[in-house]
C-alpha cells in the first residue's frame, strides 16, 4: 500500500515555522523552543526527569540534563534528589520560572490571535476541528504499546478506568476480580498491555491461555482477550482496533491458533469493532455472568 506523506511533510514545515518553533528565542522569549518546551512541561505537572522524557517521546536523558542545567542557571527550575527514591531527581519551577512559564503562556495566546484572527468563524470551526481530529490521530499514531506486569500501577490505573466505565454502562458495580493478582496475564501464561500518553494509560488490554476445561484439560490452541479498554477520549482514533491486532499477534507468538472473547450488549462499539475485524459468533463458552456476547477467531 502506497502511503502518500506529502500533505503531512508540508503541513510540519509550514506549521513549524508559523508558530515560532524555528525561532532562535521562541516567541520572543530568550528560550529556545526545546529548553521552552520543557518548562512548559513542568508547569503543566511534570515532577521527574522521567516524566519530562515520557511526555516529550523517550528524549536522551543527556539533552534533557543539558536543558534543565541552562533553566537551573537562569533560576527558573530546582531539582533535586527523590528523598523516597534516589535514583530519580525531582524538578519545579522556581518563582521566576512560574513568572516565565506565565509569559510563554501569554505570548503563545497572542500568536494563536495572530493565527485566528484573520479568518471568519466559519473558517476558525473548521480548523478548530481539522487540528482536533489531525493531533488526535497523530498522537495514536506514535503510541506505543508495551507490556506491563499486571501489577504495575500503570496497568492498575488502566484498571480502575476500565471498572469504573463498565460499572457505569451495565448498571451495576463490577469488582476488580482479583485482577492484579491474575497469574494468567503474566508470563508464560499470558501478557497484558498498556499504551500510554504522556505519561497516562490511554488504552490496555491482555491476551492468556484458554483457561482449562472442567475435565482438568487446557486448550493449547486457543487464547482469550481479556480486559480490552480505550480512553472514550481516544475512541474513533483507531487505537481500539490497533490493540485489538496486538493482541492477535501476541496470542499468536504464544503459540495459539484461535482467539476467543466476551462481551456485553450495551457494549455495541465493542461488538462493532469485533465483527469488522473478522470475528464470528459463538455460543456461551464459559460462566462470566456479566457477558451476553461470545466471539471466536482463526488466526492466520
Not at 515520557?54 to 533553566?71: A, C, H, N, Q
Amino acid at each position: 500500500m502506497t502511503v502518500d506523506t506529502s500533505v503531512m511533510r508540508k503541513f510540519n514545515m509550514s506549521y513549524v515555522r508559523r508558530v515560532g518553533a524555528l525561532e532562535e528565542s521562541f516567541l520572543g522569549s530568550g528560550l529556545p523552543y526545546g529548553t521552552a518546551r520543557i518548562l512548559y512541561e513542568i508547569g503543566l505537572g511534570a515532577e521527574t526527569v522521567q516524566d519530562l522524557r515520557t511526555r516529550l517521546g523517550g528524549l536522551d536523558s543527556g539533552y534533557v540534563s543539558r536543558m534543565l542545567r541552562s533553566l537551573e542557571s537562569k533560576g527558573f527550575v530546582a531539582t533535586e534528589r527523590d528523598p523516597a527514591d534516589g535514583r530519580r531527581r525531582l524538578v519545579v519551577l522556581t518563582e521566576d520560572g512560574l513568572k516565565q512559564w506565565d509569559d510563554l503562556e501569554r505570548r503563545s495566546e497572542e500568536r494563536a490571535h495572530l493565527l485566528l484572527d484573520p479568518l471568519t468563524q466559519r473558517q476558525r470551526d473548521r480548523l478548530n476541528e481539522a487540528l482536533a481530529t489531525a493531533d488526535l490521530l497523530v498522537r495514536a499514531a506514535t503510541i506505543t504499546i508495551e507490556p506491563v506486569d499486571p501489577r504495575d500501577p500503570m496497568a492498575q490505573e488502566a484498571m480502575g478506568h476500565y471498572f469504573a466505565e463498565i460499572g457505569e454502562r451495565f448498571g451495576f458495580t463490577v469488582g476488580d476480580e482479583g485482577f492484579g493478582d491474575d497469574p494468567s496475564l503474566r508470563p508464560p501464561h499470558g501478557t497484558f498491555f498498556v499504551a500510554a500518553s504522556d505519561g497516562a494509560p490511554v488504552a490496555s488490554g491482555g491476551v492468556r491461555e484458554f483457561p482449562s476445561t472442567s475435565s482438568g484439560h487446557r486448550d493449547e490452541r486457543t487464547a482469550e482477550i481479556k480486559r480490552m479498554w480505550v480512553d472514550p477520549a481516544w475512541r474513533g482514533a483507531g487505537l481500539g482496533s490497533r490493540l485489538l491486532r496486538h493482541l492477535e499477534a501476541e496470542a499468536l507468538r504464544l503459540g495459539h491458533q484461535v482467539v476467543r472473547l466476551d462481551t456485553r450488549d450495551v457494549l455495541t462499539e465493542a461488538i462493532g469493532m469485533y465483527e469488522r475485524a473478522g470475528y464470528e459468533r459463538i455460543d456461551r463458552y464459559n460462566d462470566n455472568p456479566h457477558a451476553t456476547h461470545f466471539f471466536r477467531k482463526q488466526l492466520r
